[in-house]
């Protein structure tokens, strides 16, 4: 079976991941596809476009949970719960830049960048980054709600 590229742009499109490039969500409903196609068995009682289907939610589900960050509160909303003022707040920018892991909390909060890319460019696990976010928003909210 030949791909069909209007289809997998639809797809691309239906399922947008805002932190994963939309040609690279495309070339994984290609690979899905060719698996697909390979591993289909026609004397199934399921259509092939079921059976890619459901791949591809699959695929979406799991980008999703690894390129989407973690529900630890947003450090602008803490930042709002201690103070609105702009000294504040930069005096909370400058107490991170101090702190041990303090280069975790500004890529994850300040840069925008997922636990997922934080731990690759660290190389260490997601799961130890989201143990590092959270030891750090517990380190602010000591220091700053006393």
């Not at 450090?75 to 101090?98: F, G, N």
Request: a neutral charge.
């Amino acid at each position: 079976m030949e791909i069909d590229e209007l289809f997998i742009n639809k797809l691309a499109s239906k399922w947008n991941i805002p932190s994963i490039p939309r040609d690279d969500l495309k070339q994984e409903f290609r690979i899905i596809y060719e698996k697909c196609n390979k591993n289909f068995k026609e004397d199934r009682d399921t259509k092939f476009s079921t059976y890619f289907m459901t791949a591809c939610k699959n695929k979406v589900k799991e980008l999703r949970k690894r390129y989407t960050p973690l529900p630890v509160k947003d450090l602008s909303d803490y930042v709002q719960e201690i103070d609105k003022s702009e000294a504040v707040t930069k005096e909370i920018i400058e107490y991170i830049d101090t702190m041990k892991n303090g280069d975790v909390l500004r890529a994850y909060y300040l840069e925008g960048k997922t636990q997922d890319v934080i731990a690759k460019e660290k190389g260490v696990s997601q799961p130890y980054i989201a143990k590092l976010v959270r030891e750090g928003v517990q380190e602010l909210r000591e220091q700053f709600n006393s």
